[in-house]
T-cell receptor
Framework: DTGVSQNPRHKITKRGQNVTFRCDPI?????LYWYRQTLGQGPEFLTY????????KSRLLSDRFSAERPKGSFSTLEIQRTEQGDSAMYLC????????????FGPGTRLLVL | DAKTTQPNSMESNEEEPVHLPCNHS???????IHWYRQLPSQGPEYVIH???SNVNNRMASLAIAEDRKSSTLILHRATLRDAAVYYC????????????FGKGITLSVRP
């Protein structure tokens, strides 16, 4: 399977703990995006990378959130000191920065903060 | 990104055509119209996009009004697997790559 993969698929944690999610994009894609989706809502943009450079961050991305994409390959999204309001589906997408780019999404990581 | 307006939900019968409307009265000349859909418990997937002319692909057709203030996604023969949330999104090619999703329209398909 050469699609976007995300791990873990599910994560349950206690408030105050740190969590880290991983996204492996389609191999030749140079752009990688993180979105967050809560129940009944569409996904909301968090941040994106072109190669290893983080080019845009949403105001939703508080200082407890950090994302990296070392060497322009996989990416990690870390949430420090989790809060119950962080409970959501975290989606990763990748694309080629070419023309009218199509984003390809992974299956997401569902986070539940107790 | 310019805003789109979609009905909350729509029902269809299996094997019948489905027309999903989207209004985007503030669309600018450089905005492309994209449609993505999200099946239950999955990430969104690309369906189709267009600028001015109607577009067809293996999944669907996109009909764009002459003034570009509205568009319609057409599924020619709905199947149970087409039950999903469909998002209509405006996007400028090139810069500002992120997708701005609304709530989308939830399509239910009756057997």
């Amino acid at each position: 399977d050469t699609g976007v993969s995300q791990n873990p698929r599910h994560k349950i944690t206690k408030r105050g703990q740190n969590v880290t999610f991983r996204c492996d994009p389609i191999s030749e894609h140079n752009r990688l995006y993180w979105y967050r989706q809560t129940l009944g809502q569409g996904p909301e943009f968090l941040t994106y990378f072109q190669n290893e450079a983080q080019l845009e961050k949403s105001r939703l991305l508080s200082d407890r959130f950090s994302a990296e994409r070392p060497k322009g390959s996989f990416s990690t999204l870390e949430i420090q000191r989790t809060e119950q309001g962080d409970s959501a589906m975290y989606l990763c997408a990748s694309s080629l920065a070419l023309g009218v780019e199509t984003q390809y999404f992974g299956p997401g990581t569902r986070l539940l903060v107790l | 990104d310019a805003k789109t307006t979609q009905p909350n939900s729509m029902e269809s019968n299996e094997e019948e055509p489905v027309h999903l409307p989207c209004n985007h009265s503030t669309i600018s000349g450089t905005d492309y119209i994209h449609w993505y859909r999200q099946l239950p418990s999955q990430g969104p997937e690309y369906v189709i996009h267009g600028l001015t002319s109607n577009v067809n692909n293996r999944m669907a057709s996109l009909a764009i009004a002459e003034d570009r203030k509205s568009s319609t996604l057409i599924l020619h023969r709905a199947t149970l697997r087409d039950a999903a949330v469909y998002y209509c999104i405006l996007r400028v090619a090139g810069a500002n790559s992120k997708l701005t999703f609304g709530k989308g329209i939830t399509l239910s398909v009756r057997p």
